[in-house]
């Protein structure tokens, strides 16, 4: 079969699109695929890479690369596309839309899916009408006059920002910009001084602004196979080295740590694996997810965080190492993604 991985993108998750392609061309089957790595630059210019480069997250990653002319043709040429791209433009729907138009079979979710998981601010509307459990929030965004206001459920505004988060969720609180991920453009205020100017700062990443009423929580997550028929795995947990987890912890910082399962009550977990299948459900979900839950430390209340629809697959990343738990290592786990594809 010729499967074509694509990894880096123009989103603010580039570089962790790269080290999550280097790590599945790693673990592909070669007796199943007849494997080509695109990758795109962080300008928008596609590249077939060179079968010589092995580790696409190092520098030299589009030496001797080939630019692609015939984008729709090139697409078309594969029996199947692996997405590796995260965030922007590779987990909003953006790329699922023109792999749909050229009629060829991918790996992951749909087109409104992927947007709607991506948008934080859409996705919780979706769950709130799933009757799942969020922590209490303020919509905010940032119009195009540089000016911010609360957007109210009913679709009214309030220019009073500072008045309504403080009312209506207090600080501390998270500031998060809507669609962007691995904690890029998510800031904790703890401060009413601080809470404008990170504002400001998350409205450089998008127009759309989530803010969350901060908890004393532990931070769970569990992932996703199927697409009628989802299985759910055990519960891991996010082991911070720092207050929450940032870019830097995720990915840089030594001392974060993961555990699977999680040390949390199996009533927890139990509650946890279920909301992870109706909240994909409540989305539409298609192939794999990853489900990100908070547990209340003081209250020991449940709430789904987000759910990530190409999460990371980086030799250290939580969804393979959860389904490696359930049993399927990651060369199986890209034949049964492959699978759901076609069957999709």
Known sequence: MKLLLICGGMSTEHSISRMSCTNIRKQVNPEHYDVTVLGITKEGDWYIL??????????NWLDHAQVVTETFAFLKSFDCVFPVLHGMYGEDGTIQGLLEMANVPYVGCRVFDSAAAMDKVMAKKLFNAAGIKQTPSVYVKKQFDGKFVVVNDDT???????????KTIGL???IKASRSGSSVGCYKVSEVSELMPRLQEAGQYDSKILCEKAINATELECAV?????????????ILPHGEFYTFESKYEDEQSATCIPARVAQSVQDYIRENAVKAF????GHGLARCDFFLDQDTNEVYLNEINTLPGFTNISMYPQLMKDLGIDTPELIDRLVALAFER
């Open 50 to 59: 060179d079968q010589n480069v092995t580790d696409y997250s190092s520098e």
């Open 156 to 166: 009214t505004e309030d220019e009073n920002v500072k008045d309504v988060i403080l």
């Open 172 to 174: 501390p609180c998270f």
């Open 225 to 237: 196979l199927g697409n009628d028929d989802v299985i759910a795995s055990r519960v891991g947990q």
């Open 281 to 284: 459900k409540a989305l539409d």
